[in-house]
């Protein structure tokens, strides 16, 4: 009796939800702001690691500020236009040329994509229930962009309300990025990621970036300021592409 229950629990359903969907991304629009120590690791193709910690800040409007004090002080910055790289010590300063900036805005919520031209985007199958964790059930949504030929998977709890995994393919059914969602925190009335590990394909590999997050601070104001800088005037800068 418990093996078949089981398995009906895990047997998918195609069809469609997009309400339920829709439902999902609207929860996750809730976080406006966010303010964090992080821990960050990075793994490169060739094995390499790196440990970055610091302090994050960003908003909805695809800003963000991270101030880096190990393993030494930097600062990762887009305040709407342009990203740069900032060593205070060095006076160094390295600036990504404006057509590039895009990939590197912040995205406070990971299904803000699907928030506008939805039903003209996007098409959304339903692939039904799944077991995950100790008898936990998550929902299986596939998303093709009609746009740009990309297929998404994602599978979410819509008990919290929350993504856990998101798999990116392209039209070749190629893997190209991966994100994954761990130890959801209660903070205020919204649920919120202690740990989020990202895996992309690049010319040379997969590239890894897990980061921890502490002490945060949902939909506190964050000023304009802090995405403003006052370079001093014997600073060097450094164009990258």
């Given at each position: 009796?418990?093996?078949c229950?089981?398995?009906?629990l895990?047997?998918?359903?195609?069809?469609?939800?997009?309400?339920?969907?829709?439902?999902?991304?609207?929860?996750?629009?809730k976080?406006?702001?966010?303010?964090?120590?992080?821990?960050?690791?990075i793994y490169t193709?060739?094995?390499?690691?790196e440990i970055?910690?610091g302090?994050?800040?960003?908003?909805?409007?695809?800003r963000?500020?991270?101030?880096?004090?190990f393993?030494?002080?930097?600062?990762i910055?887009n305040?709407g236009?342009?990203?740069?790289?900032?060593?205070?010590?060095?006076?160094?300063?390295?600036r990504?040329?404006k057509?590039?900036?895009?990939?590197h805005?912040?995205?406070?919520?990971p299904?803000?994509?699907?928030e506008?031209?939805?039903?003209?985007?996007y098409?959304?199958?339903?692939r039904?229930?799944?077991?995950y964790?100790f008898?936990?059930m998550?929902?299986?949504?596939?998303?093709?962009?009609?746009?740009?030929?990309?297929?998404?998977?994602?599978?979410?709890?819509?008990?919290?309300?929350?993504?856990l995994?998101?798999?990116?393919?392209?039209?070749d059914?190629?893997?190209?990025?991966?994100?994954?969602?761990?130890?959801y925190?209660?903070i205020?009335?919204?649920?919120?990621?202690s740990r989020?590990?990202?895996?992309?394909?690049?010319?040379?590999?997969?590239?890894?970036?897990?980061?921890e997050?502490?002490?945060?601070?949902?939909?506190?104001?964050?000023?304009?300021?802090?995405f403003h800088?006052?370079?001093?005037?014997?600073i060097?800068?450094?164009y990258?592409?």
């Amino acid at each position: 009796m418990i093996c078949c229950l089981l398995l009906f629990l895990v047997t998918p359903a195609f069809g469609d939800d997009i309400p339920l969907f829709k439902k999902i991304v609207e929860e996750n629009s809730k976080i406006n702001t966010i303010d964090a120590e992080i821990v960050q690791y990075i793994y490169t193709p060739e094995h390499y690691r790196e440990i970055f910690k610091g302090r994050y800040r960003a908003d909805s409007n695809y800003r963000f500020r991270i101030d880096y004090t190990f393993p030494q002080k930097q600062i990762i910055m887009n305040n709407g236009g342009r990203l740069i790289w900032y060593y205070p010590t060095e006076k160094i300063l390295y600036r990504v040329s404006k057509g590039d900036s895009i990939s590197h805005q912040s995205n406070i919520n990971p299904l803000r994509e699907y928030e506008k031209n939805f039903d003209k985007q996007y098409e959304v199958n339903y692939r039904g229930r799944n077991l995950y964790g100790f008898f936990k059930m998550a929902h299986q949504f596939v998303i093709r962009d009609k746009k740009r030929g990309l297929i998404t998977d994602i599978k979410v709890d819509t008990k919290k309300m929350v993504i856990l995994t998101k798999i990116v393919k392209g039209r070749d059914g190629i893997e190209i990025m991966k994100e994954q969602y761990h130890g959801y925190k209660k903070i205020g009335n919204i649920y919120f990621p202690s740990r989020i590990e990202v895996y992309a394909r690049t010319a040379n590999g997969i590239t890894s970036n897990i980061t921890e997050y502490n002490n945060v601070q949902l939909n506190y104001a964050i000023t304009d300021q802090v995405f403003h800088i006052d370079f001093p005037k014997d600073i060097r800068i450094k164009y990258l592409h």
